[in-house]
């Protein structure tokens, strides 16, 4: 059995625990061969290849990213991409397919499999932490405790110089880190793409603050929308699957606040730092199991399949049921933070 393996989509802390797991168990307990499919799907697609054996592995349980790279490579809306991805497995003795990724990249393996045939095993990757039928996802812890340092830093700069200090975090449809890392870090205001806000009413929260001598903390979501308004864009191009590039809430949302309430304003834009670098204790342990149990359905022909955490159990669900609709934060939880808002 010959076995490739791919990591599509923005990069990640865990995806090289994965990797390591995968590899690890298949070739110690099931003696499976490996392949390695260079920058998501974009390697299969071209046939970009490297060697995965155990040395290959070695010592890439702590590092950032992924030591096969990753793209937004999209094979079904190339011209004849599905059937190069067929012929390039087919030829290079591939038997089945782990696909390591978020809604985009599984979405593209669901499809293969339910429509192609193509035997494939997911494993839910995602700092968002929007993917269906998962608990959570890896990389999300890692990107959360980034943020919530971050915003812990920044509460001392704010109370120094008395200014509003807005936190722009990612989070294109789901507000899970802005949620998260905003509870963890004492912010006063959290705005997420689920809820379209006030700007009266957030720059009310922001003024109470100031009236006892308290430096507002203001996290936002980059999908965070006015309820006047749009989502903020960098640009109108899109991506290969659709997306446009979300940047600039939280500068807007500065430049209001300081307009309103003639309070000085300053934005930090977190950005990929909070997918960079090396992953959480948590990340690491989720998705090496995460990798173990996908080894485990390809043995078991069990294909079609994604791996997901229930509670603290790993269990298969189908990929299209994962990738059918974004996971997103429950009005009720949100509301249940509103306390600790202004």
């Known amino acids: 059995m010959r076995v490739g393996v791919l990591t599509g989509g923005g990069d990640c802390p865990g995806l090289n625990a994965v990797i390591r797991g995968i590899v690890r168990k298949g070739v110690q307990e099931y003696g499976y061969e490996f392949t390695g499919y260079r920058d998501g799907w974009r390697g299969p697609l071209e046939g970009d290849i490297v060697p995965l054996d155990i040395p290959a ?22 011209e004849g991409g599905v059937e190069r991805v067929q012929r390039n497995l087919v030829e290079q003795g591939v038997d089945a397919l782990i696909v390591i990724g978020g809604e985009d990249t599984l979405g593209v393996a669901a499809t293969l499999h339910d ?38 830093r920044l509460h001392t700069t704010a109370e120094s110089h008395m200014r509003v200090l807005v936190v722009e975090v990612m989070g294109r449809h789901a507000g899970w880190i802005a949620l998260h890392s905003g509870l963890a870090g004492g912010a006063n205001v959290i705005l997420i793409p689920e809820q379209r806000f006030d700007l009266d009413q957030v720059c009310a929260w922001v003024e109470s603050r100031f009236k006892i ?38 500068e807007w949302l500065a430049k209001q606040i300081e307009k309103r309430t003639g309070k000085e304003a300053r934005t930090t834009v977190l950005g990929h730092v909070q997918r960079g670098g090396t992953p959480s204790a948590f990340d690491r342990w ?41 996971k997103t934060v429950d009005p009720l939880l949100y509301e249940e933070v509103g306390v600790f808002f202004g």
């Open 286 to 326: 989720l998705a090496t199991r995460f990798g173990l149990h996908a080894i485990e359905a390809v043995r078991d022909g069990d294909f079609g399949k994604m791996v997901a955490l229930r509670a603290t159990d790993i269990v298969r669900v189908p990929i299209a049921d994962a990738t059918a609709r974004i």
């Open 57 to 78: 592995v070695r010592g890439i349980l702590p590092r950032g990213g992924t030591i096969l790279g990753s793209s937004r490579t999209n094979p079904l809306k190339v």
């Open 115 to 152: 429509e192609h045939g193509v035997k494939v095993v997911g494993v839910p990757k995602t700092i968002d932490n929007d993917l269906d039928a998962t608990d959570y996802t890896f990389g999300f812890d890692t990107a959360v405790n980034i943020a919530t340092e971050a915003i812990d």
């Open 213 to 250: 001598r308290y430096a507002p903390i203001v996290v936002v979501a980059e999908g965070a929308m006015p309820k006047d308004g749009d989502m903020v864009l960098k640009d109108g191009t899109l991506d290969s699957f659709g997306h446009v590039r979300l940047s600039g809430i939280g």
